[in-house]
């Protein structure tokens, strides 16, 4: 691979390809933005039950359990699977010189995957779920799931197959790594815990592997795809220290798998499998080093750029979260935090933080250029970055706050639940607030995204040309 940072004639963009993906793109964000208030409404959901949990308990598929299975699959399927589908098929195909190809089949598998999804979360409401983490609609839904996400990543597959820039960039690699290897870790989950279930401890296994796998190996990459695509191209700069970038890469790509069963320690298992989690885990530090080294220029905040700031922040997260998960695993700290409220935060914080943060700058960006419509007011996207910010970080300090606390009360044998509960309970409430802080600004992202496209629908209407910015301010 060609370890150049991308110039800017290489990444200039085509106007085929925001004119062919305008209308897929235009449907996976816009049902992500609505998955992603479904998803915020049940994360309050579930918060408040965590220290009330008589809320909703009358209601059969509003109780805990249900809700969780709910908001988790909302959260994956809904707006994170449409969100990286759309910035990683966009980046593709601009970075490839060429329209894209197969639009009508990303068009079609769009439609065909927010069914499955909305046919799997009637399922889960109804008690169909399995009780396997990232895999809780029902084994008849993952199918349909499967074709439909390989028909949406089809064009950005081509558009990397038949690129005419035969030069590869970072974020190709990330990008196209991304779509190939979640059609491959979702099929393999699907024959060893649906369809042909392994048996015994096995299933805990795999499951840890494809819970690590579904974040670090698909959702993650196309975060830093469009991190490595966004830096260069908004502030001019060459990033430095590309060399190294391959490097990264494939560090993440041999060692992230392995790292899902940390989870299993003290688990009967043979010992070897959490060792070798631990081991990998501190292994992937240098990825996050290299990461750091490339992206430094974007860890300063992008000078007032709301997009860059999405992007730095991003990244902060994603590399404090990568040394909490390297630091934590060893079996010092797993035997405190295990089965506690620690693991919801570190997932928290790798989801809502490290991979939406990017994910929300890539669409800040791409949306008027696929559009031909300004953003109506950068005041609502500092809102949404303020917002989003402030929310997730009162929610994973309080949790994680509240799993320490939770984790030495469990080891103490003078304590009962009761006091346990009592004394994480003030910490949950915070967590409560800092959900709530989160959903008003994926309301005002959303509600933003919206009128961006009732903008530019007006524009096809009346005729008039597209004012399209030059960047995004």
Request: aromatic share 12%; glycine share 8%; with cysteine.
């Amino acid at each position: 691979m060609i370890t150049h940072a991308p110039s800017t004639a290489a990444t200039a963009a085509p106007s085929e390809t925001d004119l062919t993906a305008r209308k897929p793109l235009g449907m996976l964000l816009a049902a992500a933005f609505l998955w992603l208030l479904v998803s915020g409404g049940l994360s309050l959901v579930t918060a408040i039950q965590l220290h009330t949990p008589g809320f909703l308990a009358d209601c059969a598929m509003f109780t805990h359990g249900r809700a969780q299975a709910l908001q988790e699959t909302v959260f994956i399927y809904g707006w994170a699977a449409n969100a990286a589908f759309a910035v990683a098929v966009w980046i593709l195909g601009r970075l490839s010189g060429a329209p894209l190809r197969g639009v009508g089949l990303m068009t079609v598998g769009t439609f065909f995957w927010n069914l499955a999804v909305l046919v799997g979360l009637v399922a889960i409401a109804v008690g169909e779920l399995t009780g396997i983490p990232f895999l809780q609609m029902p084994a008849y839904v993952h199918p349909f799931l499967l074709v439909a996400g390989a028909a949406i990543a089809t064009p950005g597959i081509l558009a990397w197959t038949g690129r005419r820039i035969t030069t590869m960039f970072a974020a190709q690699w990330y990008a196209v790594a991304a779509l190939l290897l979640f059609v491959w870790s979702y099929s393999t989950a699907q024959v060893l815990l649906l369809a042909s279930p392994v048996h015994g401890v096995a299933q805990a296994v795999v499951a840890a592997w494809f819970a690590e796998t579904e974040v670090s190996l698909w959702l993650i990459p196309v975060a830093l795809a469009a991190a490595y695509y966004l830096l260069p191209k908004i502030s001019g700069r060459v990033i430095p220290n590309y060399d190294y970038a391959p490097h990264g890469f494939w560090t993440l790509i041999f060692f992230a798998s392995f790292t899902g069963a940390r989870s299993l320690v003290g688990a009967p298992v043979p010992a070897w499998i959490p060792t070798l989690a631990i081991v990998c885990s501190s292994l992937l530090l240098f990825h996050y080093f290299v990461l750091g080294l490339n992206l430094r220029a974007g860890l300063a905040g992008g000078r007032g750029n709301p997009i860059l700031s999405f992007v730095s922040a991003g990244l902060l997260v994603y590399l404090l979260g990568g040394i909490v998960t390297a630091v934590f695993a060893f079996r010092g700290f797993a035997q405190i935090v295990q089965f506690t409220f620690f693991p919801v935060a570190q997932l928290k914080l790798m989801l809502a933080g490290a991979f939406s943060l990017p994910i929300f700058g890539a669409i800040y960006f791409l949306a008027p250029r696929v559009t031909g419509v300004a953003w109506p007011s950068t005041a609502l996207i500092r809102a949404h970055f303020v917002l989003t910010v402030l929310g997730l970080t009162v929610t994973v300090v309080s949790l994680a706050i509240a799993g320490w606390v939770q984790g030495h009360g469990l080891l103490d044998p003078a304590k009962n639940f009761a006091a346990i509960a009592a004394s994480t309970k003030p910490w949950l409430l915070a967590a409560t607030a800092g959900e709530a802080i989160f959903l008003l600004g994926s309301v005002i992202a959303a509600f933003h995204f919206f009128r961006l496209q009732c903008a530019a629908c007006r524009g096809l209407l009346c005729g008039s040309p597209a004012t399209l910015e030059a960047s995004a301010s």
